[in-house]
């Protein structure tokens, strides 16, 4: 028998969870009490964002379980450093996620 495969076979992309804004900021809150209102790297309780551990350009679902509380401080050195890496499409590890 002579079977023909495919050139180019179709891989089956997921779809990453994003909200609707209203949706986004009912989670954002979530987050932050989930955290006590407070930097999980720190400990601030000022400047509070809440950072997508898998980038949303990496397929970062909105979900709690992808984010977490950070000061504005944190969040800023965890974007230089990540953003460091050697190609984009590296993913970046959760002990790369906080500041030293």
Request: proline residues 4%; hydrophobic residues 30%; charged residues 30%.
């Amino acid at each position: 028998m002579n079977f023909k495969l495919p050139l180019v076979q179709r891989i089956a992309k997921r779809r990453r969870l994003q909200l609707d804004p209203v949706s986004y900021k009912k989670l954002q809150r979530a987050v932050l009490k989930r955290d006590g209102w407070r930097c999980q790297q720190c400990g601030v309780r000022d400047k509070l964002h809440v950072h997508h551990i898998q980038p949303r350009s990496l397929m970062g679902d909105d979900a709690e379980s992808n984010l977490i509380t950070l000061c504005a401080s944190c969040h800023e050195k965890i974007h230089r450093s990540v953003m460091g890496r050697s190609h984009p499409s590296q993913k970046a590890k959760r002990e790369d996620l906080f500041c030293s």
